[in-house]
């Protein structure tokens, strides 16, 4: 009698003992193949590695390319010559490490296609330029972890830029940010309605500090994790890169309520976005005089706007 009840046993549990080992290796075997290497494994090394353990291990695969002891392919050389720039650089390796951004990819593409058949000695070092502006006087309002709190002392919602003093990306969004942080961010929709319906000046007084702004450094770890994403494997992120702007309604005081912008980095957008999405106000369709012929002339709806109570 034993040996009939083992056999129902073991075959009631064989399907989902089944399924449990190809989730399994599905888990650690095929999953982790289908990403694409990191920089630190194309290196040869483990994940976080000092800037100076990245430098030895370049060091060494240099000197075995230059005795000819291996000889690169010019993919491979691209490659491991990326990884390395990218983690010496202290606030790219920053960014990578934590958030997983590496924006320069597309560098790659570019040198295989003008380098496609030289020999790797014949490209042009170094790939990435490392002359990253920084904010430096667009930066305004900069929060960090220990006055984070008293953001909430009044009601009024707030818009925050979560940017990165490494990034290319927020280097060229930095002089039209500047231009909604010069006034509170009312007066910044109202600039966009003044510009073509001077009639609506006089709603000055009313938008008057109807939000604040401000900017959070990625080097501000504890306070940029808490606004990011965070990935199955634990990985914070930012679904868009950065800048990421994430506004915090009326009476949203935690990162649980939060509202994350994922549209079109531009101005109008933000702008769009904010006060439809995070202030109710009704839209009011406009163009500027830079895109009138541009979206009014050449298409039949509009598409931007401007806000009024």
Known sequence: MARPAMASTIKAYAVPLTLFLLALYYQLVVLPRSFPPSHYEVLGMKRHSSIEEVKDAYEKLSSKWNSGEEVPSTADFLKVRYA????????????YDIYGIDEQLHVLDKVREQHGGDSFSQIDLPLLDAATSDYGDYAFNVITS???LSMFKDTKPRLIQVYSDASYRCAQFSNAWKRIGMHSFGDRLLCHLCKTEFRYCDLAALLEGIANTGMVELGEVQLATYLAERKPTGQFFFRNGVPLFVAFPTGCKTADCVIR????????AVTDWFA????????????????????????????????TL
């Not at 912008?261 to 109008?268: K, N, P």
């Open 84 to 95: 390395y720039e990218l983690l010496i650089h202290p606030l790219w390796k920053r960014d």
């Open 146 to 148: 220990k006055d984070f």
């Open 261 to 268: 912008f994922d549209g079109e980095l531009s101005v109008d």
């Open 276 to 307: 439809t999405t995070i202030l109710n106000l009704p839209r009011i369709f406009y163009y500027t005089k830079e895109s009138l012929g541009k979206d009014f002339l050449a298409k039949a709806a509009p598409h931007k706007a401007i806000f």
